[in-house]
């Protein structure tokens, strides 16, 4: 079973960036398309990115096209989301898990996930 640890969220200034990272184990990811999901205070949690398995190709919702960028270094069963231009909208509890735009995946369970919070 994956275990997935989140990191390198914090509290950034609007216009900032930051860079999450995403840590598996227990099993290898490379043969699952990854994403990144967010979840801010009364809402549902969303995904916002994802990268595929095969071509690491990347698919964004809007909110955060050309903003983010997914990656995945599946030699240290890494994922990860550099965020830039971040505004008070993005702030969220993040994180990873299968995932897929538009594709419903089964979910590893859920790591604890990483607090980003942008405010001046």
């Known amino acids: 079973q994956v275990q997935l640890v989140e990191s390198g969220g914090g509290l950034v200034q609007p216009g900032g960036s930051l860079r999450l990272s995403c840590a598996a184990s227990?099993?290898?990811?490379?043969?699952?398309?990854m994403g990144w999901y967010r979840q801010a205070p009364g809402r549902q949690r969303e995904l916002v990115a994802s990268i595929t398995n095969l071509r690491n190709n990347t698919d964004y919702v809007n909110s955060v096209k050309g903003r983010f960028t997914i990656s995945r270094d599946n030699a240290k069963n890494m994922v990860y989301l550099q965020m830039n231009d971040l505004t008070p909208e993005d702030t969220a509890v993040y994180y990873c898990n299968r995932g897929r735009l538009g594709v419903t995946l089964p979910f590893f369970p859920w790591g604890q996930g990483t607090q980003v919070t942008v405010s001046s």
């Open positions: 227990g099993s290898g990811i490379s043969i699952y398309s």
